[in-house]
């Protein structure tokens, strides 16, 4: 029986042979990515009395969450990890006008197929997209882990997920992640290993294969995998990286699969997640109709280039429905850059929406907050009660068509409508 | 940090349903604070005030399935030890939920038939040793610590796991 990439990849991560699911090991993570988090760390190391990092060049960190700072508290934290960054000479330090973690990382070549990643953020499932195995960990693992280089890791069992396309036209990969969440449930890949496979996820750009590993943690899953290929070797040689450096990991032709997932995407419609939990998903036809009063595109799901090009095909020539708010929050500077050179900010602003500063923005809670009673429908991986303001707010999810759809009109609107 | 020092731990016990994310424990807009209990004043906010105060008085957190989904925030651990919690009692968790529970030294167990027996502020007792939670006159097995988390869990938690090795390492 042969053996599944999650198994490879901590084979090669611990040194350790004929591992099984289920086994614990320590584990030597290629890169640790800090965020907003990244004070706590220092003041978890303060609290150990600074003992010495294991590989200043394996740590990174974002200043991601709350940028730029919203009080003088935020602010210092800033400067805390601003001049401890300074101070040890760590290189991949990213200030408040990067971008969201995830994106940046990946534009900037630092993310590599085979790598283990560990980050302070549930959403480093996204590295699966570069075929690198990417999960999330407490900032005080990350502190053990600038000062061990390692951490204790359960080999995961794993799951193969097949999706047969193409989909439809205004169906997207965020609509076949939300599907699958939806019937996976939200604990349904709860320790798993989700690997991607098939002609459809082959077709995919890297962006929308970000999209596919980040939202399989709203199913609970440990990581996602995506098999590098040609795309890949193009992102990466686009981003920087040298091919000669690179080991990608693929899984045995034979490796064994725990659960076998397949889903038709071909008759389906655009999905939307309803409040108050991810898993809690319905075919748009539902829901058709109901009252936004704020649409927020960003998110390290779905704010990426191919996200704005998106919603700005919706958007060219018209305007959005009196009373919304429409808050688009790019990913990254250099998804905004891109964005800003070819038009596509202009057709938003033309359009009516309020354009952030790249991070995670109203994701995150920082910005675009509700009031009692209000209703956000987002392209974000998350619509927890309270996330975005007043715990008696709502957020529904969407693919970026379906939130400039359902800006023009107001109501959660069918992108295939608007788009004649 | 809380330390174990008894094998033994418990007391009342507060109910959670099914999938309790980290939103609901600890919502992202007291992330700026690490300070347990200051974190523990904003523990379960949005359900609202009575739920918080019978936290207070509640040293066993039990739960339904996937307890803890959402974030990696490892606040939402160290929230329930600021509210003076000493053991959650789940049917199952979110696997970056059970990661900050054990490496903060919160004992956090699998025991879905003891939840299946509790009701709300019923005596719970963990006795993560001997692998039993007991509830009145019965007590529930489940699957005993590997040996990794249960010295990270005693000392502490990781980073005080840690400490202790690097002091024992150097004298």
Same mark, same amino acid.
Request: net charge neutral.
């Given at each position: 029986m042969g053996k599944s990439f999650a198994v490879k990849a901590l084979e090669r991560a611990s040194g350790q042979s004929d591992l099984v699911p289920g086994q614990i090991v320590d584990a030597y993570p290629d890169l640790y990515m800090s965020h907003t988090a990244t004070w706590r760390c220092i003041k978890t190391l303060e609290r150990m009395g600074w003992p010495d990092l294991f590989d200043k060049d394996r740590i990174a960190m974002v200043m991601d969450h709350i940028s730029p700072a919203l009080t003088a508290k935020i602010a210092g934290d800033h400067r805390l990890s601003r001049g401890f960054a300074?101070?040890?000479?760590?290189k991949n330090f990213f200030d408040v006008n990067a971008g969201i973690a995830h994106v940046v990382l990946m534009e900037h070549g630092l993310v590599k197929p085979g790598n283990l990643i560990i980050g302070?953020?549930?959403?480093?499932?996204i590295y699966g997209a570069l075929g690198a195995l990417g999960t999330g960990v407490g900032f005080s693992e990350i502190?053990?882990?600038?000062?061990?280089?390692?951490?204790?890791?359960?080999? %995961?069992?794993?799951?193969?997920?097949?999706?047969?396309? %193409?989909?439809?036209?205004?169906?997207?990969?965020?609509?076949?992640?939300?599907?699958?969440?939806?019937?996976l449930t939200a604990d349904g890949a709860t320790y798993y290993s989700i690997e991607f496979h098939g002609s459809w996820v082959e077709s995919l750009s890297t962006s929308e294969r970000m999209t596919l590993c980040n939202l399989a943690m709203e199913a609970g899953a440990k990581n996602a995998f995506v098999p590098p290929d040609a795309e890949t070797e193009r992102y990466l040689v686009e981003h920087g990286v040298d091919l000669d450096k690179v080991e990608p990991i693929l899984p045995d032709a034979d490796a064994h699969y725990d659960l076998r997932v397949d889903l038709d995407g071909t008759t389906l419609e655009p999905q939307i997640a309803v409040p108050h939990n991810v898993d809690n998903v319905v075919p748009i036809s539902a829901v058709v109709g109901t009252k936004v009063d704020q649409v927020f595109i960003g998110s390290c799901a779905n704010a990426k280039y191919d996200d704005l090009a998106i919603a700005a095909q919706y958007l060219k020539g018209n305007k959005i429905a009196p009373g919304v708010r429409l808050v688009v929050t790019p990913a990254s500077a250099d998804i905004m850059a891109r964005a800003a050179a070819d038009g596509i900010v202009t057709t938003l602003i033309e359009a009516g929406a309020l354009l952030t500063n790249p991070g995670c923005g109203a994701c995150a809670g920082s910005g675009g907050a509700m009031a009692d009673g209000e209703v956000t429908l987002s392209t974000a991986n998350r619509?927890?009660?309270?996330?975005?303001?007043?715990?008696?707010?709502? !957020?529904?999810?969407?693919? %970026?068509?379906?939130?400039?759809?359902?800006? !023009?009109?107001?109501? !959660?609107?069918?992108?295939?409508?608007v788009l004649a | 940090m809380s330390t174990i020092t008894d094998n033994r731990l418990g007391g009342r016990s507060i109910v959670f349903g099914d999938s309790i994310n980290t939103d609901v424990i600890i919502p992202g807009r007291y992330l700026v604070s690490i300070d347990p209990a200051e974190l523990a004043t904003h523990a379960f906010e949005p359900l609202g005030p009575e739920i918080q105060?019978?936290?207070?008085?509640?040293?066993?957190? &039990?739960?339904?399935?996937?307890?803890?989904?959402?974030?990696?925030?490892?606040?939402?651990?160290?929230?329930?030890?600021?509210?003076?919690?000493?053991?959650?009692?789940?049917?199952?968790?979110?696997?970056?939920?059970?990661?900050?529970?054990?490496?903060?030294?919160?004992?956090?167990?699998?025991?879905?038939?003891? &939840?299946?027996?509790?009701?709300?502020?019923?005596?719970?007792?963990?006795?993560?040793?001997?692998?039993?939670?007991?509830?009145?006159?019965?007590?529930?097995?489940?699957?005993?610590?590997?040996?990794?988390?249960?010295?990270?869990?005693e000392a502490g938690g990781l980073i005080d796991h840690l400490m202790k090795k690097f002091a024992k390492e150097k004298n």
């Open positions: 300074d101070r040890m000479g760590i302070t953020d549930s959403h480093s499932t502190t053990a882990a600038w000062v061990t280089g390692k951490l204790w890791m359960k080999v %995961p069992e794993s799951m193969r997920i097949e999706v047969k396309g %193409p989909l439809p036209a205004g169906v997207y990969p965020k609509d076949v992640m939300l599907r699958l969440i939806g019937d619509n927890f009660r309270g996330r975005m303001g007043s715990y008696d707010s709502s !957020i529904y999810l969407s693919s %970026p068509a379906v939130a400039a759809a359902s800006a !023009i009109r107001g109501v !959660i609107t069918d992108p295939t409508l | 105060a019978k936290l207070l008085e509640s040293p066993v957190v &039990v739960a339904g399935k996937n307890f803890g989904c959402g974030s990696a925030r490892e606040q939402a651990a160290t929230c329930l030890i600021g509210a003076g919690v000493k053991a959650v009692v789940a049917r199952s968790y979110s696997r970056v939920f059970f990661r900050n529970a054990i490496n903060t030294g919160l004992v956090a167990v699998e025991c879905p038939a003891a &939840v299946d027996a509790i009701q709300e502020g019923d005596e719970v007792w963990v006795d993560y040793g001997a692998g039993t939670v007991t509830v009145g006159d019965t007590s529930y097995p489940f699957a005993p610590f590997p040996p990794v988390l249960k010295e990270i869990l």
